[in-house]
């Protein structure tokens, strides 16, 4: 062998070593894992692969007969120039079973919905009614629709103007539910007011027998139903104004709600008297443990501060990010979009497009909708629908000051003009052709189904494939 191998010249002069950028992806195959940056640096390009989607009007039937959402719909149509007659219409919520197979959907106008969502990802086919799960059209106004994480053949529904939740078993080809929890009424001197009904459901993801659901009037109610249809324990925010959302943590432990008002509450359910009353199921209050006035917040945020009015603004929606457990996204009246972390309860991200009355006049809060929008399942990217126009965000709520969205992001950092593009092209804003109200992301592959104010449902895949998918 040694007659191959050419003999190496001395040299008195060392080698110039060359430093080459080292291969992202043989860092990741040798370490194991995938770097933050590397994270995040993917988190800009699954934003960019989003791209723009069509519309299908909304056209469901029940018995052979045009359900109440699609009526409504036609209804509207011919009351295009009358707004103040146009009829309660719009997606209000939607949400996926926790393994993607189902998706649930709940209009303005009653109906509620599960869908194979097998059957709906294929942008050239109509969707096959006789394959819907459940379609129910409850002839009253609903605002929300919940999986029971324990036991997902569960679902559960409620409205604003009801002080009932409705619990429907998808194994039962039924109208009826199979469950309905009620509001304990509120005595009064001039004797029983009941409250005026629930606006957010959340379920236990360790018990399904537990229920919690925020009412509008500052409390949520927590039930045991193995014991009563009643509320066993009650969460009260000392305020008088609505709870529009809540959220529950991870590990059942810790429980957020967001007022009107513009105040993010915590209860803590470990121990103490809180867990004590519930397994006793006694009538008890629990008062928050930590609240944080988000406008107070803000104005920490000196160069937010400089170039708008900070005043205390209704929470639409609070949501916890899937892959980083501390960082609580919620979104707000006038379009703004942030997160709090609540480990020091600071905001550490937000976002504020222009305010919807420099475009025209937006239609949306006469009709009484809380804009849902939803994290997708990975590298912290929340999407959210424009209160000012036909459009979708794409935030890159990534947890560190890279994040465009960050408070602390100055753009000074920025080691190349290549990185500063890439940096610059982290928020996506995609033009559309309808309102959008509500927003879920598929828990697996990241598909985001949006629900429209004309009730349709758009779906949107990262793969350049999108598509309607039109809810007869």
Known sequence: MERYLAPVNPSIEK??????????????????KFEPNY?????????????????????????GEPCQTHGDWFINAGLNNNPSAVRRQGVSSLEFDSKGVYLASATKSGCLTVHDFDTIQNPDLKEDEAKQLLHISTCQQLDVVRWNL???????????????????????????????????????????????????IAFSSDDSSRLLASDTNGVINVWDRRVSDLPCLELTSNSTGSLNCIKLSGDNEIIYGAS????????????????????????????PLTTVKLAHELEKISSLKAQSNIVSKEIHSID???????????????????????NKFQVTHIHCPPPPWLDEPNDLANLSYLRKPCWLPIN?????????????????????????????????????????????????????????????????NGTIVAGTKLSSLLLASYLRKFFVMTTE
């Open 150 to 200: 324990s036991n997902q053949d569960e679902i559960a529904c409620t409205s604003m103007k009801s002080h009932e939740v409705h619990i429907f078993d998808i194994g039962y080809i039924s109208s009826e539910p199979v469950e309905v929890l009620r509001k304990r009424p509120n005595i009064t001197v001039h004797g029983f007011n009941v409250h005026k009904g629930f606006s957010d």
């Open 39 to 63: 994270r995040h640096y993917l988190s800009s390009l699954i934003i960019q692969s989003y791209s723009k989607i069509g519309a299908f009007p909304h056209k469901y039937h029940v018995n």
């Open 15 to 32: 080698p110039k070593t060359v430093k080459r950028r080292p291969w992202k992806r043989s860092l990741i195959e040798l370490n194991g």
């Open 260 to 287: 009107k008002q513009g105040t993010v509450f915590m209860w803590d359910l470990r121990g103490g008297r809180s867990y004590s009353s519930f397994r006793n199921h006694k009538e008890e209050y629990y008062y």
């Open 380 to 444: 912290s990217i929340y999407v959210v629908g424009s209160s000012s126009s036909n459009s979708l965000y794409l935030l890159d709520f990534y947890p560190d000051s890279n994040s465009l969205c960050h408070v602390d992001n100055n753009g000074e950092d920025m080691k190349s003009t290549e990185e500063a593009t890439r940096q610059h092209k982290q928020n996506r804003h995609l033009s559309l052709s309808e309102t959008i109200t509500a927003c879920v992301a598929h828990p697996l």
């Open 320 to 342: 916890i990010d899937p892959s980083c457990p501390y960082q609580l996204a919620f979104h707000l009246d006038d379009g703004w979009s942030g997160v709090l972390d609540t």
